[in-house]
């Protein structure tokens, strides 16, 4: 199993990054997929949830509005667009399956400066 993620960096409050995560090792297309985040000095949270199939999604309230999983189950690889971020959303950000126990991606730090 591999999650391998790409995306992230600095960017102003109010910006956009696009975060990617490309799977391979197990049947994607079957898979319910996950963002997560974690803060410093806090516990990992979840951010975002898509059903194998992308047609249901959910998320944390604190990014409602503002953030959007999605995925290409062609291209094997789940999606995090995030628009009007905040310095309350500087974390370092990990595609999941699997929850807590699961499988995880390498991690991506995404820094909002107000």
């Known amino acids: 199993v591999q999650l391998v993620q790409s995306g992230g960096g600095l960017v102003q409050r109010g910006g956009s990054l696009k975060l990617s995560c490309a799977a391979s090792?197990?049947?994607?297309?079957?898979?319910?997929m996950n963002w997560f985040r974690q803060a410093p000095d806090k516990e990992r949270e979840l951010v975002a949830a898509i059903s194998s199939s992308g047609d249901m999604t959910n998320y944390a309230d604190s990014v409602k509005g503002r953030f959007t999983i999605s995925r290409d189950n062609l291209k094997n690889t789940v999606y995090l667009q995030m628009i009007n971020l905040e310095p309350e959303d500087t974390a370092v950000y990990y595609c999941?399956?699997?929850?807590?126990?699961?499988?995880w991606g390498q991690g991506t730090q995404v820094t909002v400066s107000s």
């Open positions: 090792g197990f049947t994607f297309s079957r898979t319910p």
């Open positions: 999941n399956y699997g929850g807590l126990r699961g499988y």
